[in-house]
């Protein structure tokens, strides 16, 4: 219940002078009074959009009183009968000084993204259950093999960690790969010194000269399967936690079985069994209904279109990255400008840069503030 200032004043007028009620008031005239001033709902004073804009700046200015949204909003509620939350963030967004010290974003981070339509990019990688945590110290680790596209994967638990062990767990997986009829056509994985024997296990699948594998930067993760390594030792910790097996050799097999036949929202609701059974119409009507959405950093804000005004971050990408400046001092620029134009990404869908004073400096959607009205 959240009447503007006219319609309380109607409402107050018919009840002062036994008029028909305005239709908003008619549901609630049983717990609705009034005196000279104004109405009042189950005892609490109902207040115009004015009045609500002054006791909101008074509380937010005021030493004792609360300076953010929901603390405000509980202590006017408490008082009066049609103070909203979103009043009060309405009201905090259009003060310059909330403006000036309202928190900024972090640069986003431009993470790996792939597009793949086909099987046959295999990624490895290992991970290893830690004693600590109650595993078998006897065993050195786990190759994880899956294949990109349909995330059919496979475990292997090692007993050494040595290139011809590790190689061997390899080969297993790409004859498996190749039995369900799709050919592995390169391997990506991170430049881990176990994994040296991929090369050697890949060659006998050679179609076309050129490398086979390929690493990632030194030091960074192969993404996709670190997800679903994650999703294997979650997996696993179930059987650790309640006391059934320390041996996860014995368990890693069932565990993949699990996920090779659990059905994937994103493509087609089917199981990474049954992506590689379909034939090239299959994978193509499965790829045009993706719903792998691709996350843009302009995302995480309202839309910015030309002619909305705007404050701009007044820190050096340098001082964004290292927070070198410290968020608590005034950050935005007093000055409040207009977008004049977007210009979109070349390779990032639905990224821009925003040019609002020249056509010669942009600002990312980061480091722009919209506002609507300034008191």
Not at 23 to 41: C, H, I, N
Request: aromatic share 10%.
């Amino acid at each position: 219940m959240n009447p503007g200032t006219e319609n309380l004043h109607l409402a107050h007028q018919a009840f002062l002078k036994g008029l028909d009620l305005p239709s908003w008031a008619v549901p609630l005239q049983g717990s609705m009074t009034f005196d000279e001033k104004r109405l009042y709902f189950e005892g609490l004073p109902m207040v115009t959009k004015e009045e609500k804009r002054e006791m909101i700046k008074r509380e937010y200015f005021d030493p004792k009183g609360f300076s953010t949204i929901q603390p405000i909003f509980d202590k006017l509620s408490e008082g009066y009968a049609n103070v909203t939350r979103a009043d009060v963030r309405r009201v905090l967004r259009t003060l310059e000084t909330y403006q000036l010290n309202f928190r900024r974003n972090h640069p986003p981070k431009i993470m790996g993204r792939m597009n793949l339509k086909n099987p046959g990019c295999i990624m490895l990688d290992m991970f290893f259950p830690s004693k600590h945590d109650g595993w078998r110290a006897d065993l050195a680790g786990v190759l994880t093999c899956m294949d990109a596209w349909s995330r059919f994967v496979r475990c292997y638990a090692m007993e050494r960690k040595t290139k011809v062990l590790v190689q061997i767990g390899i080969e297993r997986f790409l004859q498996e790969f190749a039995s369900k009829g799709h050919i592995p056509k390169m391997i990506l994985c991170d430049k881990g010194s176990e994994l040296k024997g991929a090369g050697d296990a890949i060659e006998r699948y050679r179609t076309k000269p050129g490398p086979m594998v390929f690493h990632s930067q030194t030091g960074k993760p192969v993404n996709l399967v670190e997800q679903t390594q994650a999703q294997i030792q979650r997996r696993m910790a179930v059987f650790r936690t309640s006391g059934i097996t320390d041996d996860y050799s014995l368990i890693l097999n069932d565990i993949t079985d699990s996920i090779n036949n659990q059905k994937r929202p994103a493509r087609g609701n089917k199981t990474p069994l049954e992506l590689l059974r379909l034939d090239k119409e299959g994978r193509t009507l499965v790829n045009a209904n993706n719903r792998f959405g691709i996350a843009t950093p302009d995302e995480r804000f309202k839309p910015l279109k030309p002619g909305d005004k705007v404050r701009v971050l007044m820190m050096t990408l340098k001082e964004q990255v290292t927070n070198k400046k410290k968020g608590f001092t005034e950050k935005w620029s007093r000055d409040v400008y207009k977008v004049r134009r977007k210009q979109a990404l070349q390779g990032n869908p639905g990224a821009f840069r925003y040019f609002v004073w020249n056509d010669s400096e942009s600002y990312f959607r980061h480091e722009l503030l919209k506002i609507f009205s300034v008191d």
